[in-house]
């Protein structure tokens, strides 16, 4: 999701880009200067974890974690279960600038990825510092911002800042959205090849596509990928007709956002979706609708051309970054509007952001009901099978939110994807695969981070709860359990996120994020109202 560019892509507008890209940097509020965080340290010690890895392994303890600076040195076996840890068998403390942390029945997981990581700004009112506290309050220690929405220049700065561990942030990859920053259209293959050699020099790490006239969309792919960058793709509606995501995937995009564009290819005996007479693309909620009942116009599930499509997909090695949750709202609106979190962590701002209308993106709610929530639910079945069918078979699944829209909030609604992925077929343990060195495999980045490795960054989720038996308790409002002596609970929230041999307070960064939201209800007077609820 991404309300502006999205409107001048569909229209052709550069000119608006320019303006918005303008004005969201101006708008958006810069990260300060890191003030949270233990590290890095010569040595650093993390002491008697389960190791949950993704390389296919199954969990294995108690461990002992050895990290030089920001990279990892040793991984050693110290013991078995049940039985006590003789210390001599242990790595020991460096002599100076030296850390040890006793993790002791811990699980420790490599950092997480988020591929679908919007930073918000202008349209979401959320400052840098709130959204990438709730990223690294929930284990993201890397993210991909599918579109740049503050302007190239902003995210760059600020991913060089996250690099140099002056800010408290996840690592960043920028993906410009197509044409950002022109002031005309880009209309031929020559004007495409030229953006995208600019994208790159500029330091881009890839570009987000939307869908352009297959001519200039196929230019500015081939570009891309000489060059050697990545590529992420929105297959818009309004261009899908002409290239879907074989089209697209044979042109070279590497991965592929959502999930537009793959009932289009599997699509046998029509060739455009069954649009009614008064559709009408500016009417989201009539395209929201349309969407749910997508699925069912595609190949059927085990079909010849459902195998074919899938094939040849993995064969071109491409990725599928579903962000299942995003969409939630569609199949159960009450859920997503209710969520634990929103009392404490949703900032007035986003609130209203969220609120239906018929002008903001992804405000839908317009007349949303059963029959339209019915749908949705038998299109995520048949996804969800495409998806976990992919993944069966060898194809690459990646973990991303899409937060900032239709309210998923920062942070949160990744968890919310482990488990949306599970409900899809994944085993937990696929699941952390596909956060982690999938994500890690698809941004080309799999020989620094993904994975507890020697030699990579030091980037990990460290949690008191094991994650295997329940994701609820990776959110950051926890999980509920009823203790020995029948009082409820609430459990679990990561307990340390290390980014870059850093060790920060996964539980202080949550307290931060509440004391924005707090202050920010103080000055606004502001209380959450449901829709149409009125104070
Ligand atoms: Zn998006």
Request: hydrophobic share 40%.
């Amino acid at each position: 999701m991404i309300k502006l560019n999205f409107v001048s892509k569909i229209f052709g507008l550069s000119v608006l880009l320019m303006f918005t890209s303008g004005l969201l940097t101006a708008q958006i509020e810069n990260a300060p200067k890191r003030a949270e965080g233990d590290g890095p340290f010569d040595t650093l010690i993390i002491r008697g974890v389960t190791l949950i890895n993704s390389t296919g392994a199954p969990p294995i303890g108690p461990i002992d974690i050895v990290v030089h600076n920001n990279k990892i040195a040793r991984i050693a076996q110290v013991g078995y279960p049940g039985v006590p840890i003789d210390p001599k068998s242990r790595p020991q403390k460096g002599t100076k600038n030296s850390k040890e942390i006793d993790c002791t029945g811990m699980y420790i997981m490599p950092g997480f990825i988020d591929m679908h990581g919007h930073i918000g700004g202008k349209n979401q009112g959320t400052p840098a510092e709130y959204v990438f506290k709730l990223w690294l309050a929930h284990g993201i220690t890397t993210i991909r911002d599918p579109s740049a929405g503050n302007g190239l220049k902003w995210v760059l700065d600020h991913k060089q800042q996250s690099r140099d561990n002056t800010i408290t942030a996840p690592r960043i990859l920028a993906y410009t959205s197509f044409g950002q920053g022109e002031s005309e259209p880009i209309l031929t293959a020559l004007a495409a090849r030229n953006w995208v050699r600019e994208n790159a020099k500029k330091g881009a790490d890839g570009i987000k596509f939307f869908g352009a006239e297959p001519e200039v969309f196929r230019a500015a792919l081939d570009e891309n990928k000489k060059l050697g960058l990545r590529s992420a793709c929105h297959h818009a509606q309004l261009e899908v007709a002409r290239m879907n995501v074989l089209a697209t995937a044979r042109a070279g995009l590497t991965t592929m956002e959502h999930w537009y564009g793959l009932p289009e290819a599997l699509f046998d005996d029509e060739t455009l979706q069954n649009y009614p007479a008064d559709y009408n693309y500016n009417n989201e909620q009539h395209r929201f609708e349309e969407a749910g009942k997508l699925w069912k116009q595609a190949a059927k599930p085990g079909s010849d051309k459902w195998y074919q499509v899938m094939d040849e997909l993995i064969k071109l090695d491409f990725t599928l970054d579903p962000t299942f949750n995003i969409y939630e709202a569609n199949r159960d609106f009450m859920r997503a509007r209710k969520a634990d979190w929103h009392d404490e962590y949703t900032l007035p701002a986003l609130w209203r952001f969220y609120a239906p209308s018929r002008i903001s993106h992804g405000s839908y709610w317009l007349d949303w009901g059963t029959e339209q929530e019915i749908q949705w639910k038998e299109n995520y079945r048949i996804w969800m099978q495409f998806v976990n069918e992919y993944k069966n078979k060898g194809g690459r699944v990646t973990t991303g939110s899409d937060s900032g829209f239709i309210y998923q909030l920062y942070g949160f609604a990744y968890i919310r994807e482990f488990e949306l992925l599970r409900e899809a077929g994944f085993h937990p343990l696929e699941v952390i695969r596909s956060a982690t060195i999938k994500g890690a495999e698809a941004l080309g980045m799999d020989n620094v981070i993904g994975s507890i490795e020697i030699g990579k960054y030091a980037d990990f989720v460290i949690t008191e709860e094991n994650p295997l038996a329940n994701f609820k308790t990776l959110y950051g409002t926890g999980a509920i359990k009823v203790n020995a002596e029948n009082k409820v609970e609430r459990v679990g929230g990561v307990k340390y996120t290390v980014k870059d041999g850093i060790v920060y307070d996964a539980k202080k960064l949550l307290a931060d994020v509440r004391a924005i939201v707090k202050k920010a209800k103080i000055d606004e007077d502001f209380e959450i109202l449901q829709p149409g609820i009125e104070k």
